[in-house]
C-alpha cells in the first residue's frame, strides 16, 4: 500500500475530518482544499474546510460556501478540530503557517493528520506526509491522491475545476520553472476529467473592479523603483495609498509578475503595509536569482526558489531602505 492508497484508507475510516490550509489564502490553497473536498465526498464522506482567513475576492467565484473561517466562526472551527478524527494540512509545512489560534488547535489534535505540500523543509509534525518540492502545486498533489489511490475514474468538473485553478495560479499561469511535464500531464487528466480551462481563466482573469486596475496603474507610474545594476525592481505601497484606491485582498497579488516581466529584470520584490506590518512577495527568474534565501534570512518567510513571501516590522520607508540594502549582497553587478 503506498502512501496514497494509506490516506484513502484513513479518509475511509475517518467520521469527521478536517481540511486546513495556510493563512492568506490563495489559489492553491483554496483549490487544493475544495478539491479534496469534492474528492472525499465522491468517496461518500463527509469534511469540513477551516480556514485562517477568506479567500481573496478574485476567487469568490468558486463555491467555498462550506468553508469556516477562523476570522468568523472560531466556535466551529473549535469544535470542529476537538471532534476530528483526521485532520488534512495542505500547502503548508509548518504548524505556525495557519496562525497562532489554529495552531493552537492543531497542535492539541490526538488524531491521525495528513500533511500534503510542495515547499521546501518540512517539519516533522503530521501523522502522514506527502511533501513533493518538485510539484507545482499542491493542487497537483491531490491530483496524484485520486490517481494513485486507483481512484482516477472518480475525478469529474467539480473536483477537478478548482484543482486547475490551484495549478494554474501557483505556477504563473505555467510560466514557472516548477512546471514539470508531470504537470502537463496532470493538467491533460484534468481536462479529460471535464475541466473547461478557457471559463477558468475567464473567471480568474476578466474580473477586475475599476479600483484595482487604479491601484495597479498607479504603482506601476509611481511606486515601481529599478535597481537597475543588479535589475532588480522594488515596488512599496503603504496603508494610506492602499485606502485611496480602496484595496481589496487580492488587489496587489499580481504586481510582482508585472514588474517582473520588464525586458531583463531578474527578481521583483513588492511589499503592502497591512495588519501592521509589511508583507513581502518575492518574484525571480532563472536558478542563477533565487529569492528565497533573501526571505528567509531577513524577512521571517521562504518558500519557492523563484516565489517567496516574508514580512517586515519596519516601517515603509525602513524596509524600502532594507531591501535596498541587502540587494547586493544576494545579487551579482551587471
Same mark, same amino acid.
Given at each position: 500500500?503506498?502512501?496514497?492508497?494509506?490516506?484513502?484508507?484513513?479518509?475511509?475510516?475517518?467520521?469527521?475530518?478536517?481540511? @486546513?490550509?495556510?493563512?492568506?489564502?490563495?489559489?492553491?490553497?483554496?483549490?487544493?482544499?475544495?478539491?479534496?473536498?469534492?474528492?472525499?465526498?465522491?468517496?461518500?464522506? @463527509?469534511?469540513?474546510?477551516?480556514?485562517?482567513?477568506?479567500?481573496?475576492?478574485?476567487?469568490?467565484?468558486?463555491?467555498?460556501?462550506?468553508?469556516?473561517?477562523?476570522?468568523?466562526? =472560531?466556535?466551529?472551527?473549535?469544535?470542529?478540530?476537538?471532534?476530528?478524527?483526521?485532520?488534512?494540512?495542505?500547502?503548508?509545512n509548518a504548524t505556525n503557517r495557519i496562525g497562532p489560534d489554529m495552531q493552537a488547535l492543531l497542535e492539541a489534535v490526538s488524531c491521525k493528520t495528513v500533511m500534503i505540500d510542495h515547499h521546501l523543509n518540512p517539519e516533522d509534525f503530521a501523522t502522514l506526509t506527502v511533501s513533493e518540492p518538485t510539484a507545482s502545486s499542491t493542487s497537483e498533489l491531490i491530483v496524484d491522491l485520486i490517481e494513485q489511490?486507483?481512484?482516477?475514474?472518480?475525478?469529474?468538473?467539480?473536483?477537478?475545476? =478548482?484543482?486547475?485553478?490551484?495549478?494554474?495560479?501557483? @505556477?504563473?499561469?505555467?510560466?514557472? %520553472?516548477?512546471?514539470? =511535464?508531470?504537470?502537463?500531464?496532470?493538467?491533460?487528466?484534468?481536462?479529460?476529467?471535464?475541466?473547461?480551462?478557457?471559463?477558468?481563466?475567464?473567471?480568474?482573469?476578466?474580473? &477586475?473592479?475599476?479600483?484595482?486596475?487604479?491601484?495597479?496603474?498607479?504603482?506601476?507610474?509611481?511606486?515601481?523603483?529599478?535597481?537597475?545594476?543588479?535589475?532588480?525592481?522594488?515596488?512599496?505601497?503603504?496603508?494610506?495609498?492602499?485606502?485611496?484606491?480602496?484595496?481589496?485582498?487580492?488587489?496587489?497579488?499580481?504586481?510582482?509578475?508585472?514588474?517582473?516581466?520588464?525586458?531583463?529584470?531578474?527578481?521583483?520584490?513588492?511589499?503592502?503595509?497591512?495588519?501592521?506590518?509589511?508583507?513581502?512577495?518575492?518574484?525571480?527568474?532563472?536558478?542563477?536569482? =533565487?529569492? &528565497?534565501?533573501?526571505?528567509?534570512?531577513?524577512?521571517?518567510?521562504?518558500?519557492?526558489?523563484?516565489?517567496?513571501?516574508?514580512? %517586515?516590522?519596519?516601517?515603509?520607508?525602513?524596509?524600502?531602505?532594507?531591501?535596498? %540594502?541587502?540587494?547586493?549582497?544576494?545579487?551579482?553587478?551587471?
Amino acid at each position: 500500500m503506498n502512501t496514497y492508497e494509506q490516506i484513502v484508507a484513513e479518509i475511509k475510516a475517518a467520521k469527521n475530518i478536517v481540511i @486546513t490550509s495556510h493563512k492568506s489564502a490563495d489559489g492553491d490553497s483554496v483549490g487544493s482544499s475544495l478539491g479534496l473536498l469534492n474528492f472525499i465526498e465522491k468517496l461518500g464522506k @463527509t469534511a469540513i474546510v477551516c480556514h485562517p482567513d477568506a479567500a481573496p475576492k478574485f476567487l469568490h467565484w468558486l463555491d467555498t460556501s462550506p468553508f469556516l473561517l477562523m476570522t468568523e466562526q =472560531p466556535e466551529d472551527i473549535t469544535t470542529a478540530f476537538t471532534t476530528a478524527d483526521l485532520v488534512f494540512c495542505l500547502d503548508y509545512n509548518a504548524t505556525n503557517r495557519i496562525g497562532p489560534d489554529m495552531q493552537a488547535l492543531l497542535e492539541a489534535v490526538s488524531c491521525k493528520t495528513v500533511m500534503i505540500d510542495h515547499h521546501l523543509n518540512p517539519e516533522d509534525f503530521a501523522t502522514l506526509t506527502v511533501s513533493e518540492p518538485t510539484a507545482s502545486s499542491t493542487s497537483e498533489l491531490i491530483v496524484d491522491l485520486i490517481e494513485q489511490s486507483g481512484n482516477i475514474d472518480l475525478l469529474d468538473e467539480k473536483i477537478g475545476t =478548482p484543482l486547475y485553478l490551484g495549478i494554474l495560479t501557483d @505556477t504563473g499561469s505555467f510560466r514557472f %520553472s516548477s512546471t514539470s =511535464p508531470r504537470t502537463h500531464e496532470v493538467l491533460a487528466k484534468l481536462l479529460a476529467g471535464g475541466v473547461v480551462h478557457n471559463l477558468i481563466h475567464e473567471k480568474l482573469s476578466d474580473n &477586475n473592479t475599476l479600483s484595482r486596475l487604479r491601484l495597479q496603474g498607479y504603482a506601476m507610474c509611481e511606486k515601481l523603483e529599478v535597481m537597475e545594476d543588479f535589475m532588480v525592481s522594488i515596488i512599496s505601497l503603504s496603508k494610506e495609498e492602499l485606502a485611496k484606491y480602496n484595496y481589496q485582498k487580492g488587489d496587489t497579488d499580481n504586481l510582482a509578475n508585472q514588474a517582473l516581466s520588464i525586458k531583463g529584470m531578474r527578481a521583483a520584490i513588492v511589499f503592502t503595509e497591512r495588519d501592521g506590518i509589511m508583507k513581502i512577495s518575492f518574484r525571480s527568474k532563472g536558478t542563477d536569482n =533565487p529569492v &528565497n534565501i533573501l526571505a528567509g534570512e531577513n524577512f521571517n518567510g521562504g518558500g519557492h526558489a523563484n516565489a517567496s513571501g516574508g514580512m %517586515s516590522e519596519l516601517t515603509v520607508t525602513e524596509t524600502l531602505e532594507k531591501i535596498k %540594502s541587502l540587494v547586493p549582497n544576494y545579487f551579482s553587478a551587471l
